[in-house]
C-alpha cells in the first residue's frame, strides 16, 4: 500500500509531493516547488526510492530546462540538451558512464554555436573552441 507524502516550507507552501512504500521509500510520481509555490520538477517513477524514469526539471517561468532519464538511481547514457527561460536550447551534453563524455556545445540566443569543447569523465580534453 502506498501512502501520500507531503512536506512544506516554513511559510506553508508545499515543498514535496509523492507517494512511500511501506517501507518508507519513494514510489511512483513526485513532484518539487520552490518556496514561492512554483513547480521545478517532476520525476515520473520511483522505485523502491530509487528513481527510474524521467526528471523533468522546470524554470520559475514554468519553461522546460532539461529533462534527465534515470535507471535504478543512475542517469543513463544519453544527449542532454539545456534549455533557457525562453525555451531555447543553450546547452547540449552528452552522459556516458555516468558523467559528461564527448563534445558538450552552447549556443547563442540566436541559435549560432558559442562553444565546443571534449569532455572524458567530466573533465575538459582537447581545446576549447569559442565563436562570437
Not at 527510474?52 to 520559475?60: I, M, P, R
Not at 535504478?72 to 536550447?89: A, L, R, S
Not at 563534445?103 to 549560432?112: E, L, P, S
Request: glycine residues 10%; charged residues 30%.
Amino acid at each position: 500500500m502506498h501512502k501520500e507524502h507531503k512536506e512544506y516550507y516554513e511559510n506553508g507552501n508545499l515543498k514535496f509531493e509523492g507517494f512511500k512504500d511501506e517501507n518508507n521509500k519513494l514510489v511512483g510520481l513526485a513532484k518539487l516547488y520552490d518556496e514561492e509555490g512554483n513547480l521545478m520538477e517532476i520525476n515520473d517513477s520511483y522505485n523502491n526510492g530509487l528513481l527510474t524514469g524521467s526528471s523533468k526539471l522546470f524554470h520559475k517561468n514554468g519553461v522546460t530546462q532539461v529533462i534527465l532519464n534515470y535507471k535504478d538511481g543512475f542517469q543513463v547514457d544519453e544527449v542532454v540538451d539545456v534549455y533557457d527561460e525562453d525555451g531555447i536550447k543553450v546547452r547540449s551534453s552528452t552522459v556516458k558512464n555516468k558523467k559528461l563524455n564527448g563534445v558538450q556545445t552552447y549556443w547563442h540566443k540566436n541559435g549560432n554555436t558559442k562553444s565546443e569543447v571534449i569532455l572524458e569523465n567530466g573533465l575538459k580534453n582537447g581545446i576549447l573552441k569559442s565563436w562570437n
